[in-house]
């Protein structure tokens, strides 16, 4: 059991980038936890690619789906703060 746990906490990590990355391409930051909702718009196996051959676009929307309102707020908060350090700010 605890492996699987592992795996599966290396892939929200993997997940959160690709998110990242299409907030990223979407528009420039900060962002709000409503513009999680057109990442689905940029979010595709392209981009997934990257990140590795096990990533795929319909499991990180799927996982995106899934977040709760506080999980959501919590990965737009830590977008947002990669993005401000990124600027200098």
Do not use: H
Not at 43 to 65: F, K, M
Request: a negative charge; charged letters at 30%.
């Amino acid at each position: 059991m605890g492996a699987s746990k592992e795996v599966k906490l290396m892939a929200l990590g993997q997940y959160e980038l690709v998110v990242v990355e299409a907030l990223e391409r979407l528009s420039n930051g900060p962002w709000i936890a409503t513009d999680l909702e057109r990442v689905g718009e940029i979010i595709n196996d392209e981009l997934c690619g990257g990140y590795g051959p096990d990533c795929n676009s319909s499991a990180v929307l799927d996982w995106l789906r899934s977040l709760g309102e506080k999980d959501r707020e919590e990965l737009v908060f830590q977008a947002n703060a990669d993005w401000s350090e990124k600027q200098g700010i």
